[in-house]
């Protein structure tokens, strides 16, 4: 997407964040909590921006020494597969790396099909599955992916 603006986000993000939370999740994660999360330093909070300045995507990453784990990612529906995911990714990678972390983690549906193949073009690899995961009963796929390895392709891509 062009004029495309990835930035940390503010506490006057969060109502934005909420709404792409309901556009996204049956479960969506409560004002209080994302509030939590923004005003706790070992997190990594971003949101993309389009031309408009209106807020069309976020994540939020939690970082524990060597390693982070993805909390949440998602993409209001009518910006959905314009490369917004991509660019928070890759966003969140450089975050990481210059954290010093080196591997991140998640957890996803494992009958989210688009969100599995958007973290496979990252080289995230399965690890396990964990049974009733989910509050509906639904299993996840724990997942991996080398920070630095990753950080190197990307910026080779680009460069
Ligand atoms: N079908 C198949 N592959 C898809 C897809 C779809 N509907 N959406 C994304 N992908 C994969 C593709 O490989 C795509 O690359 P390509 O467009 O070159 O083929 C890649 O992901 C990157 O797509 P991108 O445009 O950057 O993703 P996005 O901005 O549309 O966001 C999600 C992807 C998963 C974040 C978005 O669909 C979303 O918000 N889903 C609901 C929330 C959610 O499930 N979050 C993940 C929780 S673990």
Known sequence: MKSLRIRSASATDLHAVCLIEDNSF?????????????????????VA??????LIG???????GRLAHLISIA?????RRKGVA??????????????SVEELWLEVKQDNK????????????SMMVLENY?????????????VAKQAAKVGHEEG
């Open 75 to 79: 993409v209001l529906t009518e910006g």
């Open 114 to 125: 688009e969100a599995i193949k958007l973290y496979e073009k990252f080289s995230f690899a």
């Open 134 to 146: 989910y509050s509906d009963g639904s299993a996840a796929l724990r997942m991996r992916m080398s």
């Open 26 to 46: 049956s479960d969506p994660y409560p004002l209080h909590l994302l509030k939590r999360l923004l005003g706790d330093t070992k997190h990594i909070f971003l």
């Open 86 to 99: 991509t660019a928070l990714l890759k966003n969140l990678i450089e975050y990481l790396q210059a954290r």
């Open 49 to 54: 921006e389009d031309r408009n300045n209106s």
């Open 58 to 64: 976020y994540c939020v990453s939690a970082i524990e």
